[in-house]
């Protein structure tokens, strides 16, 4: 197009024009006020950029940019290569095969996520420690210790990468399960065998839930804190919070949160580029579960142990170190308080889980209805929430809630009423602040679902006169239920160990676990941080088993 | 099983939204008394004992603590944002920079208190009452008993000392301890020195700065480095840790207060001020007043191994044995004035 001479760009421009007027409907209008107020925030964080870096940019791009980028990439390439690995692998197994334990292990997989990767990446530091259990047990054993330095970067990227790798195997055990059962059967008839049919059909099949999930990790990767300022490693993130904080200079934060942006932005242009490629949608018969296999001989134990050691490394170890210490601070941390915490926390994640996914869904459809393709790549900037670091988010939430504030008060005040901060402070600003963050983890799964309904089920649905709502729950809604199960659960788990926002926005009342946990390890006390965490694990465990029957029972 | 969802999601519904209805009411009546009953606290001491202290305040006045945990740069951006309309009337950190920067950004108010006054030492509070310091913690180097003869110590200074090469171990400075120490030698000894001194220090570090200052101190005791520098109450909470093992790590370090012979070892307060907006002023000078008394302060040093700044109360009995040290007299408010400098300068040195 842009080859073209000015005439006909005008001309194009013209049609351009006249195919918008055409296109206007009240669905892309809908989809664009979602998108507007879901992306509010990171729209102000974008306008701050107009004003410039701070002094200390100069400074900054001679003597950290370059750590921050190779570290940043270096943590990007390593772990989607384990990422993958542990999350393709175990999901493929769990849903063609049977093996002992499978059930258990089938929903074991999830919960590496919901441990906080900071709190991981302390357990993994108390295990491999001076003084610490591999020690203890080493001695114990009269065996010479070799001390094995986790902290450091590629520690970090193996946290990273066993907390996180959850994502991947979600959104590709929800293909696997729900369409790969004709796929499969196909191929079996030609008489291809299990490897070939794995390499060859599945795994460019699965692509695109693969990718999705891989771009949900890589977001987190690049906006971890915790554990990369605990492990030494500067990245991006840590950079941002050097420069809001220690130079003073939130100006330059900014900066650096966009250049942040800009490399997730690539990432997620980059899913699309290779979604379409191999764009297809498929299984109007899709309700027949997998056939599983039972393995035989060797076999057997190499799917066992290849299943069990990502949920031993990213669950069970250090839930057991955790464990150890919650037993020798019981004495001075436990209080019946937390059943309460727990519960206010379980509360709020089920909750913003529930409207995170409700936008997601909406963004999704109206954008779909509204058949405008630029309309559906504008709703995919409510994405980006998630790459943004969780105290750039708060910054962007209180920028315009807090205008909205001031107005509500002055108006309030001519009235004759005198108030204080109506949407600061209250649940409702927490939030807002939640589905900003999460929803590209409530979107992805779904959107990865819903391409693949073929168009012609909705279609024939509205050829017969019913409207696109009552197709959707009647008839898109069952199909995509997995997708939607899914990232109610990844949502949930996300608020519940969720921390910078929850700090600078939360109601004075509430306390939740992650905040109870950071309060302790914040200050060097990690093992009384412990036990806040197991509570965070085990009310994270009540929905992931819970959904995950729900999912299978289907 | 969709009934049980349908069930669950209902009941959190309904939680969530008592907690709204909680917040409304809580929030009209702060609206209509702003004379008593409340506090609002905005702190960056996530410790245990401190939910003591408040609890001890709350049953002899009456009034209400409420308390908002974060870190003290994020307090200070919300308190800046909230504007005229903060909640907050006391503003808790644990570093003085922290509170002068407050005060530069006007988020503080000068009050009068004759008892803030007269008990903290004139070094621990801000010229124009703004601030005040509650508890001290010394930055100290923490020595490999087996390896390190004391005798070899001397100053900070001394630590770009080619005998040290390869045995220093210190955290990033991402932290606001370390930054306050380079402000300190910057206020000190200047610029151009501090520099030099960070470049030394970077030269003799035994890794790549990482980990807590309790790691520091584990790590000497591994061998990976002979001396540290940390923070005096850390080593305290580490000889009363409940892991056997961090106890009998940290019975094997001695403890070195340096330039004893010059300035004194540098030395941090936590501190508090009031917030220039302030709903409940009153009852934020109550608390603060609170906050020096004697009971308070002994919590705070026998729980957290601080030195309190009162002097009149005694250190708990482990830091007690450290025995007495000089301190660094500096104005704690030049730690915030040369903050963003020591970090400029930790940057160009090459101190991660």
Same mark, same amino acid.
């Given at each position: 197009?842009?080859?073209?001479?000015?005439?006909?760009?005008?001309?194009?421009?013209?049609?351009?024009?006249?195919?918008?007027?055409?296109?206007?409907?009240?669905?892309?209008?809908?989809?664009?006020?979602?998108?507007?107020?879901?992306?509010?925030?990171?729209?102000?964080?974008?306008?701050?950029?107009?004003?410039?870096?701070?002094?200390?940019?100069?400074?900054?791009?001679?003597?950290?940019?370059?750590?921050?980028?190779?570290?940043?990439?270096?943590?990007?390439?390593?772990?989607?290569?384990?990422?993958?690995?542990?999350?393709?692998s175990s999901?493929w197994f769990v849903s063609r095969y049977d093996f002992l334990f499978r059930k258990?292990m089938?929903?074991?997989?999830?919960?590496?996520?919901?441990?906080?990767?900071?709190?991981?990446?302390?357990?993994?530091?108390?295990?491999?420690?001076?003084?610490?259990?591999?020690?203890?047990?080493?001695?114990?054993?009269?065996?010479?210790?070799?001390?094995?330095?986790?902290?450091?970067?590629?520690?970090?990227?193996?946290?990273?990468?066993?907390?996180?790798?959850?994502?991947?195997?979600?959104?590709?055990?929800?293909?696997?399960?729900?369409?790969?059962?004709?796929?499969l059967?196909?191929?079996k008839?030609?008489g291809v065998g299990e490897r070939k049919t794995f390499f060859?059909?599945?795994?460019?099949?699965?692509?695109?839930?693969?990718?999705?999930?891989?771009?949900?990790?890589?977001?987190?990767?690049?906006?971890?804190?915790?554990?990369?300022?605990?492990?030494?490693?500067?990245?991006?993130?840590?950079?941002?919070?050097?420069?809001?904080?220690?130079?003073?200079?939130?100006?330059?934060?900014?900066?650096?949160?966009?250049?942040?942006?800009?490399?997730?932005?690539?990432?997620?242009?980059?899913?699309?580029?290779?979604?379409?490629?191999?764009?297809?949608?498929?299984?109007?018969?899709?309700?027949?579960?997998i056939q599983r296999k039972e393995p035989k001989g060797v076999m057997q134990w190499v799917i066992f142990s290849a299943v069990s050691l990502?949920?031993?490394?990213?669950?069970?170890?250090?839930?057991?170190?955790?464990?150890?210490?919650?037993?020798?601070?019981?004495?001075?941390?436990?209080?019946?308080?937390?059943?309460?915490?727990?519960?206010?926390?379980?509360?709020?994640?089920?909750?913003?889980?529930?409207?995170?996914?409700?936008?997601?869904?909406?963004?999704?459809?109206?954008?779909?209805?509204?058949?405008?393709?630029?309309?559906?790549?504008?709703?995919?900037?409510?994405?980006?929430?998630?790459?943004?670091?969780?105290?750039?988010?708060?910054?962007?939430?209180?920028?315009?809630?807090?205008?909205?504030?001031?107005?509500?008060?002055?108006?309030?005040?001519?009235?004759?009423?005198?108030?204080?901060?109506?949407?600061?402070?209250?649940?409702?600003? *927490?939030?807002?602040?939640?589905?900003?963050?999460? *929803?590209?983890?409530?979107?992805?799964?779904?959107?990865?679902?819903?391409?693949?309904?073929?168009?012609?089920?909705?279609?024939?649905?509205?050829?017969?006169?019913?409207?696109?709502?009552?197709?959707?729950?009647?008839?898109?809604?069952?199909?995509?239920?997995?997708?939607?199960?899914?990232?109610?659960?990844?949502?949930?788990?996300?608020?519940?160990?969720?921390?910078?926002?929850?700090?600078?926005?939360?109601?004075?009342?509430?306390?939740?676990?992650?905040?109870?946990?950071?309060?302790?390890?914040?200050?060097?006390?990690?093992?009384?941080?412990?036990?806040?965490?197991?509570?965070?694990?085990?009310?994270?465990?009540?929905?992931?088993?819970?959904?995950?029957?729900?999912?299978?029972?289907? | 099983?969709?009934?049980?969802?349908?069930?669950?999601?209902?009941?959190?519904?309904?939680?969530?939204?008592?907690?709204?209805?909680?917040?409304?009411?809580?929030?009209?009546?702060?609206?209509?008394?702003?004379?008593?009953?409340?506090?609002?606290?905005?702190?960056? #001491?996530?410790?245990?004992?401190?939910?003591?202290? $408040?609890?001890?305040?709350?049953?002899?006045?009456?009034? =209400?603590? !409420?308390?908002?945990?974060?870190?003290?740069?994020?307090?200070?951006?919300?308190?800046?944002?909230?504007?005229?309309?903060?909640?907050?009337?006391?503003?808790?950190?644990?570093?003085?920079?922290?509170?002068? #920067?407050?005060?530069?950004?006007?988020?503080?108010?000068?009050?009068?208190?004759?008892?803030?006054?007269?008990?903290?030492?004139?070094?621990?509070?801000?010229?124009?009452?703004?601030?005040?310091?509650?508890?001290?913690?010394? #930055?100290?180097?923490?020595?490999? =008993?087996?390896?390190?003869?004391?005798?070899?110590?001397?100053?900070?200074?001394?630590?770009?000392?080619? =005998?040290?090469?390869?045995?220093?171990?210190?955290?990033?400075?991402?932290?606001?301890?370390?930054?306050?120490?380079?402000?300190?030698?910057?206020?000190?000894?200047?610029?151009?020195?501090?520099?030099?001194?960070?470049?030394?220090?970077?030269?003799?570090?035994?890794?790549?700065?990482?980990?807590?200052?309790?790691?520091?101190?584990?790590?000497?005791?591994?061998?990976?480095?002979?001396?540290?520098?940390?923070?005096?109450?850390?080593?305290?909470?580490?000889?009363?840790?409940?892991?056997?093992?961090?106890? !009998?790590?940290?019975?094997?370090?001695?403890?070195?207060?340096?330039?004893?012979?010059?300035?004194?070892?540098?030395?941090?307060?936590?501190?508090?001020?009031?917030?220039?907006?302030?709903?409940?002023?009153?009852?934020?000078?109550?608390?603060?007043?609170?906050?020096?008394?004697?009971?308070?302060?002994?919590? $705070?040093?026998?729980?957290?191994?601080?030195?309190?700044?009162?002097?009149?109360?005694?250190?708990?009995?482990?830091?007690?044995?450290?025995?007495? $040290?000089?301190?660094?007299?500096?104005?704690?408010?030049?730690?915030?004035?040369?903050?963003?400098?020591?970090?400029?300068? $930790?940057?160009?040195?090459?101190? =991660?």
């Amino acid at each position: 197009m842009k080859q073209a001479g000015n005439k006909s760009e005008a001309f194009s421009l013209k049609t351009r024009i006249k195919r918008l007027k055409r296109d206007i409907n009240k669905w892309s209008v809908l989809t664009l006020t979602i998108v507007f107020f879901l992306a509010l925030p990171i729209i102000f964080i974008g306008v701050e950029l107009f004003s410039g870096p701070g002094e200390t940019w100069g400074h900054i791009v001679k003597y950290l940019l370059p750590d921050y980028i190779w570290n940043s990439f270096y943590l990007v390439i390593v772990c989607s290569f384990l990422v993958l690995i542990f999350g393709v692998s175990s999901a493929w197994f769990v849903s063609r095969y049977d093996f002992l334990f499978r059930k258990q292990m089938e929903w074991l997989l999830i919960l590496p996520l919901a441990i906080p990767s900071y709190i991981v990446g302390y357990a993994y530091a108390g295990i491999f420690d001076y003084g610490g259990s591999m020690d203890l047990l080493f001695r114990q054993l009269g065996l010479e210790f070799i001390r094995i330095d986790i902290m450091n970067r590629a520690g970090l990227a193996f946290i990273l990468s066993i907390s996180l790798f959850p994502y991947v195997y979600v959104s590709a055990r929800a293909f696997f399960l729900n369409q790969a059962n004709n796929l499969l059967e196909a191929s079996k008839m030609l008489g291809v065998g299990e490897r070939k049919t794995f390499f060859k059909l599945m795994l460019p099949l699965a692509r695109p839930a693969i990718v999705a999930g891989l771009v949900l990790v890589l977001m987190e990767v690049l906006n971890d804190y915790g554990a990369a300022k605990y492990y030494g490693v500067n990245t991006f993130t840590t950079g941002i919070f050097r420069s809001w904080f220690s130079l003073e200079e939130p100006q330059t934060a900014v900066y650096l949160s966009a250049l942040l942006i800009l490399i997730i932005f690539t990432l997620i242009l980059f899913e699309k580029w290779q979604v379409r490629k191999i764009k297809f949608t498929s299984s109007k018969t899709n309700s027949t579960q997998i056939q599983r296999k039972e393995p035989k001989g060797v076999m057997q134990w190499v799917i066992f142990s290849a299943v069990s050691l990502p949920i031993i490394l990213g669950f069970i170890l250090p839930v057991i170190q955790l464990i150890y210490w919650a037993v020798i601070t019981a004495s001075t941390v436990f209080d019946m308080e937390f059943i309460m915490i727990s519960l206010q926390s379980f509360a709020i994640a089920i909750v913003s889980a529930i409207i995170t996914v409700f936008f997601a869904l909406l963004l999704i459809y109206f954008s779909k209805w509204s058949t405008l393709t630029t309309i559906k790549n504008i709703s995919r900037i409510g994405v980006l929430g998630y790459a943004i670091p969780g105290a750039v988010i708060a910054i962007g939430i209180m920028i315009p809630t807090l205008a909205l504030d001031k107005w509500l008060i002055n108006m309030l005040a001519k009235v004759g009423v005198d108030s204080g901060l109506i949407i600061n402070g209250t649940l409702i600003a *927490l939030l807002y602040a939640y589905a900003v963050r999460f *929803l590209a983890v409530a979107y992805n799964p779904i959107d990865s679902t819903a391409l693949k309904v073929d168009n012609s089920i909705p279609d024939s649905s509205k050829v017969l006169g019913v409207g696109n709502l009552k197709t959707f729950l009647k008839i898109e809604f069952p199909l995509i239920k997995t997708g939607v199960f899914s990232a109610v659960i990844l949502v949930f788990i996300d608020v519940m160990k969720e921390l910078p926002l929850t700090l600078i926005l939360k109601p004075y009342h509430i306390d939740t676990l992650a905040v109870k946990a950071f309060e302790y390890a914040s200050d060097e006390m990690v093992m009384e941080a412990s036990i806040p965490s197991l509570f965070i694990i085990f009310t994270a465990m009540i929905p992931v088993i819970f959904l995950n029957k729900l999912l299978i029972k289907k | 099983m969709k009934k049980i969802l349908i069930a669950l999601a209902t009941f959190s519904i309904v939680v969530a939204c008592g907690d709204q209805n909680k917040k409304k009411d809580d929030q009209s009546s702060t609206a209509e008394t702003t004379t008593s009953q409340v506090v609002n606290v905005y702190t960056h #001491r996530h410790y245990e004992p401190d939910q003591n202290i $408040f609890k001890m305040f709350e049953e002899k006045t009456g009034i =209400k603590v !409420k308390v908002i945990n974060a870190s003290a740069d994020e307090l200070i951006q919300k308190m800046k944002m909230e504007g005229k309309q903060s909640p907050a009337d006391v503003l808790i950190t644990v570093d003085a920079g922290r509170l002068s #920067r407050a005060k530069d950004e006007g988020l503080l108010q000068s009050i009068e208190s004759d008892i803030l006054e007269k008990e903290i030492p004139s070094h621990l509070q801000d010229v124009d009452n703004q601030w005040f310091g509650l508890t001290k913690r010394a #930055r100290i180097i923490a020595y490999a =008993k087996d390896r390190v003869k004391p005798e070899d110590l001397s100053t900070y200074e001394d630590l770009v000392n080619k =005998k040290w090469k390869g045995k220093i171990l210190v955290r990033s400075s991402s932290n606001i301890y370390n930054q306050s120490l380079m402000a300190s030698i910057i206020a000190n000894n200047g610029e151009a020195a501090a520099k030099s001194w960070a470049e030394g220090v970077v030269a003799n570090m035994a890794r790549s700065p990482k980990g807590s200052d309790r790691d520091q101190v584990k790590a000497v005791v591994a061998g990976e480095g002979d001396i540290a520098i940390v923070n005096s109450y850390y080593i305290g909470k580490m000889l009363n840790s409940p892991d056997a093992e961090e106890v !009998k790590t940290a019975q094997q370090i001695g403890l070195f207060f340096p330039n004893q012979n010059d300035r004194g070892t540098h030395i941090n307060v936590s501190g508090a001020g009031v917030a220039k907006y302030a709903p409940n002023k009153e009852n934020a000078i109550l608390f603060i007043e609170y906050l020096i008394s004697a009971e308070a302060q002994q919590v $705070f040093t026998e729980a957290n191994y601080e030195y309190p700044v009162l002097e009149s109360v005694e250190p708990v009995k482990d830091i007690k044995e450290w025995g007495e $040290f000089k301190e660094d007299k500096l104005g704690l408010n030049k730690l915030g004035k040369h903050n963003k400098k020591a970090v400029l300068i $930790f940057d160009e040195a090459g101190w =991660k």
